[in-house]
């Protein structure tokens, strides 16, 4: 069953809480424009998680911050529909947007020590949100941030909450970004790549308490890393981008057990595998070349995969090989 | 066959700046000992701020220690003449983390890769001109980027331009310090495949730093788990693929989430964080977050690195309950 070009999204059964429809956003650059997300759809339902998986430039990011309207435009230009809990959001005026950023939508970020304030404490980061969208006072909101950070883990919560960042370390300061970010009950959590910066012990910690904080609130979460292990455990549902494009859309277990396009095949393969168990200096089975500059025409993929025949000169449409698992390739058509 | 790089009780000790004049010292390196054999891959696993890092630089002798001794075929590189020790640097070269900030971005790929000929005086201008192209195919470029500058290259080739010049002077051991951190996974594993192809056609050591348990295991005939500046464990693979393992590599291992989903991840929970290289626990490093900790004896008695068996395969732990 083949389903039109630009359209690669699944219909779960509930409403969704995020539709996206063929958002393309692309950059003014100084040689012209320059594509970072060439018409990308997908739903996510209530208390649910996507994992957006690629390489770096791949647009996965820009996917994110284009939901939150946090791309400054110009230079760039975003199109296509974004209905959070069907209203849509490339229309709504800023001070809606201001309305359901941090308060409905939330957003983690990578790097924990840039995107904490250096000059104010953690607690009135914390609290700011709460003062804002929630109308607390300064002393309720002081109060509520202390519960904010106790429920993130934070250890001696209301002691630190004069403790500026710098004060803190890696994992705790990620744990203070969730409090911000977790502190007015959002419905949908967007982490960006949360757990890149730290080390994996900590990082098994972050992710420990991400899925007990979605048990709790319901979260919906949309995931977004290069780390494919992560998405296995974290993810109910996975998309797969490259070069701007999702190349594939399937229920975790599904991609991961029959992988459909060369381009994730390709990335499951060059993962090492951590066993031991083979001889060392095994020969990984990786993908050729390197993401060029200009993509070529037709399927983006063509000049890196294995498979590549003369019909990938044209453009690819999503083809459906199995419920909710689609694959963007001409193999399957 | 004898040892190519021997470490013996190595440490390396810095003395921080305290407002009012010395501060604390931070033990980056603790007491660390492992010998190297040559055409061998030792893996070098732990978490930021482990002294990994220090510990490679020490076997460079960019570093000298604050004790023990680093020996590299027979001589101590603390004690070699400065002319005998820029020769036995020829020997011993080094792989950076970050191809952006390792490659001088004003040199084009010719000159950086002359660079190491012109410093020990090889070659005429023409041979070194050769040798610059052969070094580009054995790192799978084409000879005719000589002429370019970093900028015009991606990652992965930058990764493999700092491959080529730490293959010039045909070293016998390489330090490869997190070489592949910086890359997209597909890159890694073509630069992972290329290591493995240069080590077999050239016979190379590797002293092979990362954090990275999935890398480590790709590549590493043994391996070695530093903690807080000291080793907690050095292993042949085989152990570590089934073998009783120190608490820390066992919670190490469980904590990388793997892209298999039907094994469910449910990793113990390590409480805390590593400790500061200025303020270790007394003891056993690793005691206030090891879940087999049983006080007094793991706070009051450092476990020694000792050697678990005479036989193969190699197993060496540091703890009182293995």
Not at chain 1, 21 to 37: C, E, I, K, P, S
Not at chain 1, 205 to 230: D, M, P, S, Y
Not at chain 1, 245 to 272: D, K, W
Request: charged fraction near 20%; glycine fraction near 8%; proline fraction near 8%.
């Amino acid at each position: 069953m083949s389903y039109q070009a630009n359209n690669l999204a699944v219909k779960p059964d509930a409403a969704p809480l995020l539709e996206v429809r063929d958002l393309t956003v692309n950059f003014d650059v100084a040689r012209g424009q320059v594509r970072a997300v060439a018409g990308v759809s997908f739903d996510l339902a209530p208390g649910e998680t996507l994992g957006l998986v690629g390489e770096s430039g791949c647009g996965k990011t820009v996917t994110a911050l284009s939901i939150l309207r946090l791309l400054q435009s110009p230079p760039a230009a975003v199109t296509g529909v974004i209905r959070f809990q069907g209203e849509d959001l490339t229309r709504c005026p800023e001070t809606r947007m201001r309305q359901i950023r941090g308060d409905r939508i939330a957003m983690v970020f990578q790097e924990p020590m840039t995107a904490l304030n250096p000059v104010l404490t953690i607690g009135e980061q914390v609290a700011e949100a709460l003062r804002l969208h929630r109308g607390l006072s300064h002393p309720e909101a002081w109060i509520e941030a202390g519960a904010a950070l106790a429920r993130v883990g934070f250890p001696d919560a209301s002691h630190r909450l004069g403790q500026y960042p710098h004060q803190l370390s890696g994992g705790l300061r990620q744990r203070a970004l969730m409090a911000m970010a977790l502190a007015c009950d959002p419905e949908l959590l967007i982490a960006d790549e949360p757990t890149t910066a730290l080390d994996v012990t900590i990082q098994a910690q972050i992710l420990a308490l991400l899925a007990r904080l979605k048990a709790e609130l319901g979260l919906a979460v949309l995931f977004i890393t290069h780390n494919l292990g992560i998405v296995a455990q974290t993810a109910d549902r996975v998309a797969v981008m490259y070069a701007g494009l999702m190349v594939e859309q399937a229920p975790t277990a599904e991609l991961f057990r029959h992988p459909g396009h060369p381009y994730t095949v390709g990335l499951l393969n060059s993962v090492p595998r951590l066993d031991f168990s083979h001889p060392p200096g095994e020969i990984l089975s990786a993908i050729a070349g390197h993401l060029p500059a200009e993509p070529p025409s037709g399927c983006l993929f063509r000049d890196r995969c294995p498979l590549a025949r003369d019909r990938c000169r044209e453009e690819p449409p999503g083809v459906e090989v199995s419920p909710g698992h689609l694959v963007r390739c001409w193999n399957y058509v | 066959m004898s040892e190519l790089l021997s470490a013996q009780d190595l440490s390396c000790y810095f003395r921080l700046a305290g407002a009012w004049g010395r501060g604390p010292v931070l033990k980056a390196v603790d007491g660390v000992s492992f010998d190297l054999m040559p055409g061998e891959t030792l893996g070098l696993v732990g978490e930021s701020g482990c002294g990994k890092s220090t510990l490679g630089r020490l076997a460079l002798a960019l570093l000298p220690p604050t004790r023990g001794r680093i020996v590299f075929a027979g001589e101590d590189l603390a004690r070699v003449s400065r002319q005998r020790l820029k020769e036995l640097r020829r020997q011993i070269q080094i792989i950076f983390q970050d191809p952006y900030s390792s490659l001088n971005p004003r040199m084009t790929v010719g000159q950086i890769l002359e660079e190491p000929f012109v410093i020990h005086n090889l070659g005429g201008r023409k041979e070194r001109r050769v040798w610059v192209e052969e070094l580009l195919t054995e790192v799978g470029l084409t000879p005719d980027v000589a002429d370019r500058y970093p900028h015009e290259f991606s990652g992965g080739q930058r990764q493999r331009l700092g491959i080529a010049r730490a293959l010039a002077l045909k070293p016998r051991l390489i330090v490869a310090d997190e070489p592949v951190s910086a890359l997209d996974v597909s890159i890694q594993a073509q630069i992972l495949n290329l290591l493995a192809e240069l080590q077999q056609r050239h016979g190379l050591t590797y002293l092979f730093i990362s954090h990275d348990l999935g890398v480590i295991s790709q590549i590493s005939n043994r391996v070695a788990v530093m903690y807080a500046g000291r080793l907690l464990e050095m292993a042949e693979r085989s152990v570590l693929a089934a073998g009783r393992l120190h608490p820390y590599t066992e919670a190490l291992l469980a904590a990388v989430p793997r892209p298999t989903p039907e094994r469910t991840f449910n990793p113990p929970a390590l409480k805390g964080e590593p400790p500061s290289p200025v303020n270790v626990p007394p003891g056993c490093p690793f005691h206030p977050r090891c879940p087999e900790a049983q006080l007094p004896l793991c706070r009051e008695s450092v476990p020694l690195l000792r050697k678990l068996r005479k036989t193969a395969p190699d197993h060496w732990v540091a703890c009182h309950f293995r």
